[in-house]
């Protein structure tokens, strides 16, 4: 898998699609498979980016907080302890986990992992540092 397209081909069969754009598509993926519990989520967000306007990239991101309604550093350095991939960033007014792949040769297991890997870290750190489920 070479192509923005097929990327996108791929999570429109695989996911739950929530919103699709040309350069954006956000999905939904569940957390729990007992019936009895409510299911904690999370949104993520996949992107296609050109790097320095010549590399195609994909961006895996997904909010978790409000950058106003936590401790930034306790975020920071558990984020540091416990995180294998993805990097922290504000966007706009929130604390999202990100990470970013090269487009070109990339295999399916090199997107699925790190992006279950991104929800997964997100949703931990949603729940510890807000006690919700708003993303």
Known sequence: MA????LVAYIRQA???VRDEPDEIRIR???GDDPDTEQRAQIMVIA???LDQQEDWVQIATPF???DEVDLLDVLTEVGNSTVVGGLAVMGDHLVLRH???????DI????????????AAEL???QFTGRDDY
């Open 65 to 67: 907080a409000r950058h």
């Open 3 to 6: 192509e923005w397209g097929d």
């Open 100 to 106: 970013s792949l090269p487009l070109i040769h990339l």
């Open 29 to 31: 993926l569940s957390f």
């Open 109 to 120: 297991n090199e997107f699925i992992d790190p992006l279950e890997l991104v929800a997964g």
């Open 15 to 17: 996911y739950r699609v």
């Open 48 to 50: 296609h980016e050109i």
């Open 125 to 127: 750190l949603e729940q």
